[in-house]
T-cell receptor, first 117, second 114 residues
Framework: EAGVVQSPRYKIIEKKQPVAFWCNPI?????LYWYRQNLGQGPELLIR????????DSQLPKDRFSAERLKGVDSTLKIQPAELGDSAVYLC???????????????FGEGSRLTVL | AQTVTQSQPEMSVQEAETVTLSCTYD???????LFWYKQPPSRQMILVIR??????QNATENRFSVNFQKAAKSFSLKISDSQLGDTAMYFC???????????FGKGTKLSVKP
């Protein structure tokens, strides 16, 4: 069974440029997460989807970040324009459960490492 | 606010020995889950072990076991017979029973030395 797939693995851009990350979750997983992991830190949630609905985007900086999961499967996370402080690893994860029925186990992709110059 | 604290930024252990990683958490919830995730240098997070808060029995998975102290809100990970492949960042994580999110600690970098 294929795991969570993310692309690109690495991205280097100059500040003020746009960037997009793509995630394909494990087949059948209803819930999809985007986390940001700064160097030496634990991941922090940016947004959580249940099917195509964003049920928790309270930590997403909405002035420059956007995300979508149009058909409840793949998801894209976009940053426009990127700032120096956005350099981090962006992790996508998926789980089979939804609110109230979850066991908490998340399956993670390998992440997309963003460097903003 | 729900928080997870890992007080050991780095630890090292000799191969074949035992090491314990500490984790404390803060929550007012009664139903929740606790996890230890491993993140090798390749960066993909892998679940090591899971504990349901309503279970008093400590979870074990082969060489990995936890010491869950609910009243103290403590959740430590013991790795027995440490192997070189155990070298990684280890993250303690908390999940409220009513939500799907994971709240992570800052991690402990474990180095297993030959």
């Amino acid at each position: 069974e294929a795991g969570v797939v993310q692309s690109p693995r690495y991205k280097i851009i100059e500040k003020k440029q746009p960037v997009a990350f793509w995630c394909n979750p494990i087949s059948g997983h209803n819930t999809l997460y985007w986390y940001r992991q700064n160097l030496g830190q634990g991941p922090e949630l940016l947004i959580r989807y249940e099917n195509e609905e964003a049920v928790d985007d309270s930590q997403l900086p909405k002035d420059r970040f956007s995300a979508e999961r149009l058909k409840g499967v793949d998801s894209t996370l976009k940053i426009q324009p990127a700032e120096l402080g956005d350099s981090a690893v962006y992790l996508c994860a998926s789980s089979a459960g939804t609110s109230g029925r979850n066991t908490g186990e998340l399956f993670f992709g390998e992440g997309s490492r963003l460097t903003v110059l | 606010a729900q928080t997870v604290t890992q007080s050991q930024p780095e630890m090292s252990v000799q191969e074949a020995e035992t090491v314990t990683l500490s984790c404390t958490y803060d929550t007012s919830e009664n139903n929740y889950y606790l996890f230890w995730y491993k993140q090798p240098p390749s960066r993909q997070m892998i679940l090591v072990i899971r504990q349901e808060a309503y279970k008093q029995q400590n979870a074990t998975e082969n060489r990995f076991s936890v010491n869950f102290q609910k009243a103290a809100k403590s959740f430590s990970l013991k790795i027995s017979d440490s192997q070189l492949g155990d070298t990684a960042m280890y993250f303690c994580a908390f999940s409220p029973g009513s939500q799907g999110n994971l709240i992570f600690g800052k991690g402990t970098k474990l180095s297993v030395k030959p």
